[in-house]
């Protein structure tokens, strides 16, 4: 059973703008840190963002640090990833990912290519073109 399903993606070009959404159950919402990795080819698995709803605590990556904006909805159980000012390198398939909140080390974990995420759906393709 998928638990988190990622939409939102597109093709956009430089300088624009996007809104990722990941949906979730509220058992993971709860419960789990819920994040965005992507992956491109040809280039190492990056961690992007990811947020903690229960304590407010937020990571980002140093490539998307003051253009993403990671934000969280409980009502609909849903997470978002607000990308602006888009470059043709953010282009790559992007996966909502959940961890449990026990023992989560959230900026240690996101970057590392090679943890492995509790959960994660298909992804997203997001494309931004020069």
């Known amino acids: 059973e998928v638990q988190l399903q990622a939409s939102g993606g597109g093709l956009v070009q430089a300088g624009g703008s996007l809104r990722l959404s990941c949906s979730t159950s509220?058992?993971?919402?709860?419960?789990?840190?819920i994040g965005w990795f992507r992956q491109a080819p040809g280039k190492e698995r990056e961690g992007v963002a990811c947020?903690?709803?229960?304590?407010?605590?937020?990571y980002y990556g140093d490539s998307v640090q003051g253009r993403f904006t990671i934000s969280s909805d409980r009502t609909k159980n849903t997470v978002y990833l607000q990308m602006n000012s888009l470059k043709p390198e953010d282009t790559a398939v992007y996966h909502c990912?959940?961890?449990?909140?026990?023992?989560?080390?959230?900026?240690?974990?996101?970057?590392?290519?090679?943890?492995?995420?509790?959960?994660w759906g298909q992804g997203t393709l997001v494309t931004v073109s020069s």
């Open positions: 947020i903690n709803s229960r304590d407010g605590s937020i």
């Open positions: 990912a959940a961890d449990r909140l026990v023992g989560f080390e959230m900026e240690r974990y996101y970057n590392s290519p090679a943890y492995v995420h509790d959960e």
């Open positions: 509220k058992f993971i919402f709860d419960n789990y840190a």
